[in-house]
């Protein structure tokens, strides 16, 4: 029987019914859903509409429906994804609630509805996600972390517009990437804190219509407070919007990470030998090793960007309160979640395998006029204003590539010729160390301040790590998400 049948005469033609069936995807809520009923329970006990004994019945029962029906490996599939009977989690929970205490169950849908169930067990399924993800992020950074160190002082060429710029320290690369994962970080918690409000007790969209004390279940699953607003409560997707907006940001920067491995691996580049654990090759060319793994995260943040459109759309010109078109905004975040966690997942062991051939990076560096910036910063030192030295240390790259050399073999003689400001002091000043540690300042990527960044990245990241809290969703059942 369905959850709503009192008022209909006819039944539903099979195939529409089987067409607006929520259970083939929102099976991945049963834990979400016990733990919400099992607050509601409490709820509704301390309104006397269950005695202790009822209430202490039902959660049992929630409890041993869980252990029947939830396995971390593979998420539930199969006896709850393929329900005959069930339309959605919600149906699916009471039916087996039912099946083990009778009309007891019945009671618990008294005072709640469906639209603040899925909007409850939505916002504990995101928050859990994003505990997850955090830490996905965070064991990447680490791993970042753990490269930069066994750089030491290794450099490498910075680009603007893909051509040589400045060299600088390859740990201060690697580092740029943490400073985004940590940002990404932040992104998810502050997400998290946006939707750590309570729905339940909102009703369909009125507001409970019995006397419920909405703080209960609020305090039970972990929530600061009750949502305010019954009608906002109940048609809210802001949350999953803004989750599914952040792992795109995530994937972008991923995105960005996988592209510059994938040129620098390159036999034009030559900068990284990819590990063999993580590249696969061509069934035609013998010689080849592709990186598949960069291409495909490279690829991965369409169908993160695919979600959160389809939500963007879902959601434009939805009147309030609770509409069923909602239903469609679940997919794509077990989709996105699964997509995002699989990413970040192979990412750290990537990261941590990946071996830089410092030599040709060192080499690319002393090349190139890329202590043309040092050069005029010499020239500002000596008093010269810096477009004057700029035009006068640009006079000089010219005659170099006139002549076939670097600035740092040229004679003190032609040097004077640009400047009389030159003296010997001058060679010493763009030597690829020099150059380097002329960039003094906080974020620079100086010797010693890259050395302070990355004490300081690990302090943020260990930090983080301590203020993880333990999430209700395991690897594995993300591993399973949108299957």
């Not at 010729?417 to 020099?434: H, K, N, P, R, Y």
Request: net charge negative; hydrophobic share 45%; glycine share 6%.
């Amino acid at each position: 029987m369905k959850m709503w049948s009192g008022r209909f005469r006819e039944p539903l033609d099979p195939s529409f019914d089987h067409w607006q069936r929520s259970l083939r995807f929102d099976w991945q809520l049963l834990v979400q859903e016990v733990a919400a009923s099992k607050a509601h329970a409490l709820a509704l006990c301390a309104a006397n509409i269950l005695t202790d004994s009822e209430a202490s019945a039902i959660r049992q029962a929630l409890d041993g429906i869980l252990g029947q029906y939830h396995d971390a490996k593979t998420g539930g599939t199969g006896w709850v994804r393929d329900h005959p009977d069930a339309e959605d989690i919600h149906h699916f929970v009471e039916l087996q609630l039912s099946a083990r205490i009778g009309d007891l169950a019945l009671k618990l849908h008294t005072g709640r509805s469906r639209n603040e169930q899925i909007a409850t067990d939505l916002r504990l399924y995101s928050r859990s996600s994003i505990e997850l993800l955090c830490e996905d992020l965070a064991a990447w950074g680490r791993a970042l972390i753990r490269q930069a160190r066994a750089a030491d002082g290794a450099v490498m060429p910075a680009y603007t517009h893909l051509q040589r710029a400045e060299p600088v320290l390859v740990a201060h690369w690697l580092l740029a990437y943490v400073e985004m994962l940590l940002r990404d970080i932040s992104r998810l918690q502050d997400c998290a804190r946006r939707m750590d409000r309570c729905p339940l007790g909102s009703g369909a969209v009125a507001g409970a219509t019995l006397k419920l004390d909405r703080s209960i279940t609020a305090r039970e699953l972990g929530f600061a407070a009750p949502t305010a607003n019954s009608m906002d409560a109940t048609s809210d997707r802001d949350f999953v919007l803004e989750y599914l907006q952040v792992l795109t940001q995530i994937g972008l920067h991923a995105s960005r990470f996988a592209e510059e491995i994938t040129l620098y691996a390159t036999a034009e580049f030559g900068f990284i030998e990819l590990p063999e654990a993580f590249s696969t090759g061509s069934s035609a060319m013998p010689q080849k090793k592709n990186p598949d793994l960069t291409e495909l995260v490279r690829a991965k943040v369409g169908r993160l960007h695919g979600a959160a459109e389809t939500v963007t759309l879902l959601l434009k010109g939805l009147p309030l309160a609770y509409n069923k078109d909602m239903q469609e905004t679940q997919e794509p975040v077990f989709q996105a979640t699964a997509v995002a966690h699989q990413m970040l997942l192979v990412l750290a062991p990537f990261s941590d395998a990946l071996r830089f051939r410092t030599e040709r990076m060192r080499a690319a560096c002393e090349s190139g006029f890329l202590n043309a910036m040092a050069a005029a910063t010499y020239l500002v030192y000596k008093g010269v204003p810096f477009r004057k030295a700029h035009e006068k240390i640009g006079n000089a790259v010219r005659y170099c590539l006139d002549k076939g050399c670097e600035l740092g073999d040229l004679s003190l003689a032609e040097l004077k010729e640009f400047g009389v400001e030159f003296d010997t002091d001058f060679f010493a000043s763009i030597t690829l160390q020099a150059t380097l540690d002329c960039h003094d300042v906080v974020g620079g990527t100086a010797t010693h301040r890259v050395k302070d960044a990355l004490r300081d990245a690990a302090q943020r990241l260990a930090a983080l790590q301590g203020g993880m809290a333990q999430t209700e969703i395991s690897a594995e059942e993300i591993l399973h998400a949108g299957a």
